[in-house]
């Protein structure tokens, strides 16, 4: 109901134009869809997983057809922009961006300006980057994905906290790059 009640899922259900199932008049019908492609674009950070997962997790449970018949992407924003005066590279993970450095010859010229969000980017860099359709790089959300966002934001979300204490044990090891 709190989804529901939320302004910004209402207006993306509206503007899909293919309804909703369960509880907002069951009335989803994937043929009425407007669009090919539904692009989530989100921050490459931890806040932005969130937002990715929290919106995949809608889909999988109220919207399901539209990942099973892939109209579903998530926008992979750079993490870094690697430059030398000369020459430009984006980068998508910490071991790209030292790749690309060690490209460019590893001299103190080379800058790694890294992106903290979307809205850090001017508009011809995040056109250029996430938005334009001849450069940016799109990940097909697969079923798989979304079981997996679903099962994560149930046991992380959920009532239980069994279970949620056994995943926060089992993986904090592998926390990166934390928003602390």
């Known amino acids: ?51 990715q997962i929290l919106l995949l997790t809608f889909f999988y449970r109220h919207m399901k057809e539209l990942i099973e018949q892939g109209h579903i992407y998530l926008a992979m924003p750079p993490l870094y922009k690697v430059h030398d005066g000369k020459r430009q590279k984006y980068a998508y993970s910490d071991a790209e961006r030292d790749a690309i450095i060690e490209e460019f010859g590893n001299s103190n010229r080379i800058k790694a300006d890294r992106y903290k969000g979307l809205g850090e980017m001017n508009a011809d860099q995040l056109f250029e980057t996430t938005m334009d359709p001849r450069t940016r790089t799109l990940k097909l959300v697969t079923i798989e994905d979304a079981i997996t966002c679903d099962q994560i934001f149930s046991v992380c979300m959920g009532d239980k906290v069994e279970p949620r ?16």
């Open 1 to 51: 109901d709190k989804v529901l009640a939320n302004a910004e899922i209402k207006t993306m259900i509206n503007a899909f134009g293919c309804g909703f199932s369960e509880g907002y008049g069951n009335d989803f019908d994937i043929t009425k869809l407007r669009y090919d492609k539904i692009i989530i674009m989100a921050d490459a950070d931890v806040d932005g997983s969130h937002i």
């Open 165 to 180: 204490r056994e995943f926060i044990e089992k993986n904090a090891k592998f926390a990166e790059n934390l928003d602390i």
